[in-house]
């Protein structure tokens, strides 16, 4: 438990910024912000001074591969505290996720995408779908591992495109990634995907 005092803060909601501000953190949370004059500074918390800094909400990598340990600790010297890891390897990218999320590794909240490809020799990745009921074992499996988006690749077809979509919203996840070589946006779009 401590304080920030003397910053900038930025809330991005698009009110102005606080000037001269305190920011309470309790258990890891920030308890209170605002100015100075009007926020109370417990007397049990030691105060950092953060005079001539700014503060602003922790920033999303909205698209990474992290692909070693040592990137967690990173983003957060960054100020990336959530990252979305658009397709990894499944055993190190969940650890990793379930490490931090643990507190036994420092790094920022991992929201995972799970690569779906479709078969054949230039398939990406380790899991692939040629068929609608593959498709749906394939979501099935990322579901049950915690993962909240599926991440569809070049070589889907467009009937596996839709039942991935299909499966996905029916778990609650959403559908991201590149637009299958066999269709266009409005078809992708129109299968369900949520991002491109």
Not at 52 to 62: E, Q, S
Not at 113 to 131: H, K, M, Q, R, S
Not at 168 to 184: K, Y
Request: charged residues 15%.
């Amino acid at each position: 438990d401590y304080a920030l005092a003397g910053a900038t803060v930025i809330d991005a909601t698009g009110r102005d910024p606080i000037q001269d501000a305190v920011v309470v953190i309790r258990a890891g949370r920030i308890a209170a912000v605002g100015p100075r004059s009007t926020t109370t500074i417990p007397a049990d918390l030691p105060v950092v001074r953060v005079d001539g800094k700014t503060i602003v909400p922790g920033l999303w990598d909205m698209h990474t591969h992290v692909t070693q340990i040592e990137w967690a600790p990173v983003y957060l010297g960054a100020g990336v505290t959530t990252v979305r890891d658009m397709g990894n390897e499944f055993e190190f990218i969940t650890a990793l996720r379930d490490a931090v999320a643990s507190g036994r590794v420092a790094g920022p909240r991992l929201l995972l995408a799970g690569l779906i490809d479709g078969g054949g020799p230039n398939a990406f990745g380790v899991y692939y779908a040629t068929t609608p009921d593959e498709a749906k074992q394939m979501v099935a499996k990322y579901r049950a591992a915690g993962f909240q988006q599926i991440k569809v690749y070049s070589l889907l077809t467009p009937v596996v495109v839709a039942a991935v979509c299909a499966e996905a919203h029916r778990l609650g996840m959403t559908v991201t990634g590149h637009v299958p070589t066999g269709m266009s946006i409005e078809q992708a779009v129109s299968a369900g995907m949520d991002q491109i």
